[in-house]
């Protein structure tokens, strides 16, 4: 896949190294030292006021504002290849959205993409590597621990950029359907459904990530050229060998283990394919296909 001096998206985050509740207390825009906390708190219990107003005098800020404690986002560092690579794939995603939509007559709502490392707190409970990539529909911002593009390599025989890129443009594809309100359609029918049939929604809200990667595909590479031989081999190799991102209950607030299935390897080879024939994401109606 070339990418080389494509642009990097403004809407990573990267959380590696920083750990749960990295975020720490930030107050009036400045970031406090625990023993400057503690002096607060002391001061507080003696004076009688709120340990927040002290904290906000001693940082010399204007009024109390707090923000909420999540982990500090930063840019990757600048030699930091795979995440830039990262970076170029999301910024391709907000291309070929940003056109899809507009020629909708509607705008499209940029994700935020996550780098974390082990866990990181998102608005659908806590993420964790071991979950794989995920969108959280709740915070609108995909979570991938980098640690999943060596497994895709190494456990799941699905090597290449591309097939990386793939796992990126399926996340964002799940972001699409949020926009769009099927996510959440989806969800209410499956509160009053059957298993089974909550399960077969499921599977048709995957294929429909499925082939809305493969419309990003086909319009990144019609606007910039970015296949390489053996590229589409590769997309399909990682379609049809990983299960599924877990798709997280909303409903319910966390994100549970993976627990339906997801279609079978064909069935997301068709739907990537599907998208990636036509570049149209009106080819993408899972919902209405008589067959998957
Ligand atoms: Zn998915």
Not at 116 to 127: D, H, I, L, R
Not at 133 to 139: E, R
Request: net charge neutral; with cysteine.
């Amino acid at each position: 896949m070339r990418m080389d001096n494509h642009r990097e998206s403004d809407n990573l985050e990267d959380r590696r190294g920083s750990g749960m509740g990295g975020g720490g207390l930030r107050l009036g825009g400045g970031r406090l030292g625990i023993g400057t906390i503690a002096i607060a708190l002391v001061a507080s219990y003696f004076l009688g006021i709120n340990p927040l107003t002290v904290l906000n005098m001693l940082s010399g800020g204007g009024m109390p504002a707090i923000e909420q404690s999540a982990p500090e986002a930063r840019r990757p560092p600048a030699d930091d290849e795979t995440a830039r690579f990262v970076s170029q794939v999301l910024a391709s995603t907000e291309d070929t959205w940003n056109e899809a939509f507009r020629a909708n007559g509607q705008r499209y709502q940029e994700p935020k993409l996550v780098l974390f490392s082990g866990m990181t707190p998102t608005a659908c409970g806590t993420g964790q590597s071991a979950m794989g990539p995920f969108y959280c529909p709740g915070d609108q911002k995909v979570y991938i621990d980098l640690v999943f593009f060596r497994e895709l390599k190494e456990r799941f025989k699905a090597p290449g950029e591309f097939a990386q890129a793939y796992v990126i443009a399926h996340e964002v594809g799940h972001h699409v359907q949020n926009l769009l309100g099927i996510a959440e359609k989806v969800h209410t029918t499956q509160q009053r459904v059957g298993k089974a049939e909550a399960n077969a929604l499921s599977v048709r809200m995957e294929l429909q990530a499925d082939c809305l990667a493969g419309v990003w595909g086909k319009r990144t590479d019609t606007m910039k050229q970015v296949l390489e031989p053996g590229d589409l081999e590769a997309a399909l190799t990682a379609a049809s060998a990983i299960g599924d991102d877990r798709l997280q209950q909303q409903a319910q607030g966390r994100i549970v283990p993976e627990s339906f299935t997801h279609g079978s390897s064909a069935q997301r080879m068709r739907w990537f394919k599907r998208g990636f024939e036509s570049g149209d994401m009106n080819q993408c109606n899972t919902f209405k296909a008589a067959q998957l």
